[in-house]
């Protein structure tokens, strides 16, 4: 009868729950990691405490406190409602959460079902005023320290993107990570290319998509959403993408400015329905920028099919349109083959580049002649001072060496971004260049805002006696380049 008497007089146990957080996966994946570092101060708590036991331990590693989403915090209010658990004990207030609107909540579901609060750290009765008072103070601090810690994380991924580093994540397609920075994967980066060069190719992603598929052998894996995804990350040049801004990265780019841009452009009409088909001459530079010396109409791409001993064999051509409407005998400068011209071109301003005494020279006589009367009623321009041989010869060099370096749709986009016109005639060759602008399509060191200049007439291909006077410069908005032919036509 006393133990029976003894056992009903004895104090009930109560029930804690141990809950324990930590913000970071990597926090979570250290061995003897932060969570249960505080299980065991919790339970050294519990221990000392008359009366008390552990019921259940919850813990949510790698989850933020800003919010209650959180699996191991909503199985607690489960057994809390279910009248499992008496006590909630965490290490410190804001393991719970960080938000004063989640705790308020929180605090109101333990209440209503008869379940109270104790931070180990943190020690105060919140069933007085100064207790409250001192739990508001306390996730108020907690709260400013998420938002200041937020601040800092911003700022750092801003900086991070400003030095263009890679801001963590699935690396783009066509790159690896390897210990935080993005390094080019050789196999992807090929596709990379080969979706690129096939969409200014073809003329749209579907079409870029079947290219895929045939190349791949894969009639079902790959789709357009792929293509556009690639096709959109600026990565691939070398860019880096941060709240909607690209800026330079540090990584090495798959593909160049040019064709990124190009591509872009092409995605814009494409979108806007207006987007035509690809054409066969995607990869000739001088498309469109031809004109007949004789005749002054355009010089548009062509081709022609023959058999040889390795099978039919396309040879490409720049025909005087003229000819198409007029008839062959129209124009006698007809056609000239698309190569030699190229190869022409590339050559003499190769040269030209390494002359700085001609081109100062030509700069001296240009600036010059603009001070003397003019001829025919013709006023020309006024010469851009910022407009100096060693600015010129730069911006050349870049030029060349661009072109030199790149192939396909991309050497064709290096030489539209520095060559402006071409006038081709059988007896020379004259070449608009734009010298305000370099390669990658930035202003040139040193020049203005404007690149329009005087016109300059660059020495024929082979240099002429020193007794032989040089040509007389030409005249125009952009300095203008003049080499001989040497019969090219066809």
């Not at 001459?281 to 023959?306: D, N, Q, W």
């Not at 003397?372 to 911006?395: K, M, R, S, Y």
Request: a positive charge; charged letters at 25%.
């Amino acid at each position: 009868m006393q133990t029976v008497l003894a056992e009903k007089s004895a104090p009930a146990l109560t029930r804690c729950a141990i809950y324990t957080r930590v913000s970071t996966d990597q926090q979570a994946e250290v061995e003897f990691n932060s969570c249960e570092a505080q299980e065991d101060r919790i339970k050294s708590f519990i221990a000392s405490q008359e009366g008390f036991r552990v019921a259940k331990v919850y813990s949510d590693p790698g989850f933020s406190g800003a919010n209650v989403n959180r699996p191991a915090l909503h199985k607690l209010a489960a057994d809390i409602k279910a009248g499992l658990i008496d006590m909630v004990i965490t290490y410190k207030i804001d393991r719970l959460t960080r938000s004063p609107r989640d705790f308020y909540q929180l605090i109101e579901l333990f209440e209503t079902h008869n379940a109270g609060f104790i931070s180990v750290t943190e020690r105060f009765d919140t069933s007085t005023p100064a207790g409250r008072l001192l739990r508001n103070i306390m996730l108020t601090f907690a709260q400013f320290e998420r938002e200041l810690a937020s601040e800092r994380i911003r700022d750092k991924c801003a900086q991070r993107a400003m030095r263009g580093l890679y801001n963590g994540g699935p690396p783009p397609y066509g790159y690896k990570k390897v210990e935080g920075k993005l390094f080019v994967d050789s196999k992807r980066a090929r596709v990379v290319r080969f979706i690129f060069e096939k969409y200014v190719e073809l003329g749209t992603a579907h079409q870029v998509t079947l290219a895929l598929r045939d190349l791949w052998h894969e009639r079902s894996t790959l789709s357009d959403h792929f293509v556009w995804r690639v096709l959109k990350s600026p990565a691939a040049a070398g860019k880096t993408i941060y709240k909607g801004k690209i800026l330079p990265g540090i990584h090495e780019a798959i593909i160049s400015e040019e064709l990124f841009n190009h591509a872009q452009a092409l995605l814009g009409e494409e979108n806007q329905n207006s987007r035509k088909t690809g054409t066969p001459y995607h990869h000739l530079p001088y498309a469109g920028l031809i004109e007949c010396g004789e005749c002054r109409s355009h010089m548009s791409p062509t081709h022609t099919t023959k058999k040889n001993t390795s099978g039919p064999q396309r040879y490409f051509y720049y025909r005087c349109t003229a000819t198409n409407h007029k008839g062959w005998k129209a124009c006698t400068t007809r056609q000239i083959s698309a190569p030699r011209l190229e190869q022409t071109i590339h050559q003499n301003l190769a040269r030209l580049s390494r002359d700085p005494v001609y081109l100062k020279q030509m700069l001296f006589s240009v600036k010059n002649q603009l001070h003397q009367p003019p001829e025919n009623g013709f006023e020309p321009p006024e010469p851009q001072e910022g407009l100096t041989p060693e600015i010129l010869q730069d911006a050349l060099q870049k030029h060349v060496k661009s072109c030199a370096r790149k192939t396909g749709i991309e050497k064709s986009l290096a030489v539209r971004q520095g060559i402006e016109k071409v006038i081709y005639g059988k007896d020379n060759i004259t070449v608009r260049f734009r010298w305000g602008l370099s390669p990658d399509g930035k202003e040139a060191r040193g020049s203005p805002s404007s690149a329009s200049t005087p016109g300059l007439s660059a020495p024929p291909a082979v240099r002429p006696p020193e007794k032989e006077k040089r040509p007389a410069p030409l005249l125009g908005t952009d300095p203008l380049f003049q080499f001989a032919t040497d019969k090219m036509w066809s």
